[in-house]
């Protein structure tokens, strides 16, 4: 006989199918999550939410991505009902040694995971909800650190000094880098200032030849610097710089001993040519309007001219320095007048002129050339060199006792007529004079005449 009441035996009913179901269900965590089977089977004997939010999928960076390592973040899609998210990185896909970060975003800031290294990193997600129900792992992302610039080498400038026609400048080097992108090529003076266009040289194989050139003839005197950029594809810029002097000035040159007169013999210039480059060359050539009928040359600095020719002579001289830069048609110049002579003054009649000169006047020949037309006065056959053009003994100035050119010229001077006296010719003179006495003597002989009478 069942000794068991109805409500024992109804309790037992219900202890049982509360045991199957708790056996059930740990059964099928187990089955389905093998490594979260105890940790979740007494929740979801207890609470009514035990079902884990939905796998996120990572969207940055993309698989292979070449980063730097100054801004590394992860990111994913959100996924319904979870609260938190967990993003962890390592360098290696078994995740050993890795670090984790729990956000409510759906981004993490990695950074300062990141070593200072060129290695592949690996990075996944889990989503976690209210409940501590957490999703599976996302799949598995990888990218790349590149944490060094382009890499330059043999960066070489062709020339330390250029100019003059040797101007041609070549740059020349290699760049490497694994994401190289671009390079360019900038020239600058010593104030900053850019003096050429900017080379740029884009979308290039690794490693990339250098190879660039400019005329540095067509630049103003100046040190230039020449500037290789590099770029990769991450951002990293390595630079490259080279300097260059550029001369395109000429010697400097000076000559002396030339605007005189010689008489005979040769003459020959003093010439100071100086130059930072240095005096390549001498080039003398000859005026083709110089009285030698020969073009005489000449490569020394320092020539003897032997003029054979009376007349002006021209000479030219043209300085290189060692950089080809030319300084031309320095002049040189003289006149040869083998028969500039004294001519000696002509004789004076003292008598009529003794007053009108001081008595301490002084008497000096006058140099004239010995082609000169003696039927002109001497005023107009004086020389033209300073010093010698003193005329009737007077000497130029203005000191007592001395008279200038003109002032015994102007009172009485031989002319091509005769003597004249305050530029009136003599017997202009007799004449005038004979004039005024017989009109003296009709008007005399008017004022005393008698008047006749009338009757």
Same mark, same amino acid.
């Given at each position: 006989?069942?000794?068991?009441?109805?409500?024992?035996?109804?309790?037992?009913?219900?202890?049982?199918?509360?045991?199957?179901?708790? &056996?059930? =269900?740990?059964?099928?965590?187990?089955?389905?999550?093998?490594?979260?089977?105890?940790?979740?089977?007494?929740?979801? !004997?207890?609470?009514?939410?035990?079902?884990?939010?939905?796998?996120?999928?990572?969207?940055?960076?993309?698989?292979?991505?070449?980063?730097?390592?100054?801004?590394?973040?992860?990111?994913? +899609?959100?996924?319904?009902?979870?609260?938190?998210?967990?993003?962890?990185?390592?360098?290696?896909? %078994?995740?050993?040694?890795?670090?984790?970060?729990?956000?409510?975003?759906?981004?993490?800031?990695?950074?300062?995971?990141?070593?200072?290294?060129?290695?592949?990193?690996?990075?996944? =997600?889990?989503?976690?909800?209210?409940? #501590?129900?957490?999703?599976?792992?996302?799949?598995?992302?990888?990218?790349?650190? +590149?944490?060094?610039?382009?890499?330059?080498? @043999?960066? =070489?400038?062709?020339?330390?000094?250029?100019?003059?026609?040797?101007?041609?400048?070549?740059?020349? %080097?290699?760049?490497?880098?694994?994401?190289?992108?671009?390079? @360019?090529?900038?020239?600058? /003076?010593?104030?900053?200032?850019?003096?050429?266009?900017?080379?740029?040289?884009?979308?290039?194989?690794?490693?990339?030849?250098?190879?660039?050139?400019?005329?540095? %003839?067509?630049? $103003?005197?100046?040190?230039?610097?020449?500037?290789?950029?590099?770029?990769?594809?991450?951002?990293?810029?390595? =630079?490259?710089?080279?300097?260059?002097?550029?001369?395109?000035?000429?010697?400097?040159?000076?000559?002396?001993?030339?605007?005189?007169?010689? #008489?005979?013999?040769?003459?020959?210039?003093?010439?100071?040519?100086?130059?930072?480059?240095?005096?390549?060359?001498?080039?003398?050539?000859?005026?083709?309007?110089? $009285?030698?009928?020969?073009?005489?040359?000449?490569?020394? $600095?320092?020539?003897?001219?032997?003029?054979?020719?009376?007349?002006?002579?021209?000479?030219? &001289?043209? !300085?290189?320095?060692?950089?080809?830069?030319?300084?031309? /048609? !320095?002049?040189?110049?003289?006149?040869?007048?083998?028969?500039?002579?004294?001519?000696?003054?002509?004789?004076?009649?003292?008598?009529?002129?003794?007053? #009108?000169?001081?008595?301490?006047?002084?008497?000096?020949?006058?140099?004239?050339?010995?082609?000169?037309?003696?039927?002109?006065?001497?005023?107009?056959?004086?020389?033209?060199?300073?010093?010698?053009?003193?005329?009737?003994?007077?000497?130029?100035?203005?000191?007592?006792?001395?008279?200038?050119?003109? +002032?015994?010229?102007?009172?009485?001077?031989?002319?091509? %007529?005769?003597?004249?006296?305050?530029?009136?010719?003599?017997?202009?003179?007799?004449?005038?004079?004979?004039?005024?006495?017989?009109?003296?003597?009709?008007? #005399?002989?008017?004022?005393?005449?008698?008047?006749?009478?009338?009757?």
């Amino acid at each position: 006989m069942d000794t068991q009441t109805p409500i024992l035996r109804g309790a037992k009913i219900v202890l049982f199918l509360l045991a199957a179901i708790a &056996l059930t =269900v740990m059964i099928s965590v187990s089955l389905t999550r093998p490594t979260r089977a105890v940790s979740i089977s007494l929740t979801c !004997v207890v609470s009514v939410d035990c079902i884990p939010p939905a796998t996120p999928a990572g969207t940055s960076p993309a698989a292979g991505t070449l980063l730097g390592t100054n801004n590394v973040a992860l990111a994913w +899609d959100a996924v319904p009902d979870a609260a938190s998210y967990r993003a962890c990185i390592a360098n290696n896909t %078994g995740f050993t040694n890795q670090a984790c970060q729990t956000v409510s975003g759906t981004s993490a800031d990695v950074t300062s995971a990141i070593s200072a290294s060129d290695q592949t990193w690996y990075w996944r =997600v889990i989503a976690v909800d209210a409940a #501590k129900n957490e999703s599976d792992w996302s799949q598995t992302r990888s990218f790349t650190t +590149d944490t060094a610039g382009p890499v330059i080498s @043999d960066f =070489v400038l062709s020339r330390a000094i250029a100019g003059g026609t040797q101007g041609l400048m070549s740059v020349t %080097g290699s760049v490497t880098d694994p994401s190289l992108k671009r390079y @360019d090529i900038i020239i600058t /003076n010593s104030a900053g200032t850019q003096v050429q266009l900017p080379a740029n040289f884009d979308d290039l194989s690794t490693p990339a030849t250098v190879s660039y050139g400019f005329n540095a %003839g067509v630049f $103003p005197s100046d040190t230039y610097t020449v500037t290789l950029t590099a770029s990769d594809a991450v951002g990293h810029q390595t =630079v490259a710089t080279g300097n260059v002097i550029v001369d395109n000035t000429g010697p400097t040159v000076g000559i002396t001993g030339g605007n005189t007169i010689i #008489k005979s013999g040769s003459i020959s210039p003093t010439v100071t040519a100086t130059d930072p480059r240095g005096i390549a060359s001498y080039a003398w050539t000859s005026d083709d309007r110089n $009285p030698d009928a020969q073009d005489l040359s000449y490569t020394i $600095p320092e020539p003897t001219f032997s003029p054979k020719v009376e007349g002006t002579y021209r000479y030219y &001289l043209t !300085v290189t320095d060692g950089l080809g830069n030319v300084t031309a /048609n !320095v002049l040189f110049s003289f006149d040869y007048a083998p028969d500039l002579a004294a001519v000696p003054l002509p004789t004076i009649p003292t008598d009529n002129l003794g007053d #009108k000169l001081a008595t301490n006047a002084t008497l000096f020949p006058a140099a004239v050339s010995s082609n000169a037309n003696p039927s002109r006065d001497a005023q107009s056959e004086l020389g033209t060199s300073s010093g010698i053009a003193n005329v009737l003994g007077s000497t130029i100035g203005n000191a007592p006792g001395q008279l200038s050119p003109t +002032d015994g010229a102007s009172v009485i001077a031989p002319t091509s %007529g005769g003597w004249s006296i305050f530029g009136v010719l003599w017997y202009w003179w007799i004449a005038v004079i004979g004039v005024l006495g017989t009109a003296t003597y009709f008007i #005399k002989k008017i004022a005393f005449f008698p008047i006749a009478k009338h009757s």
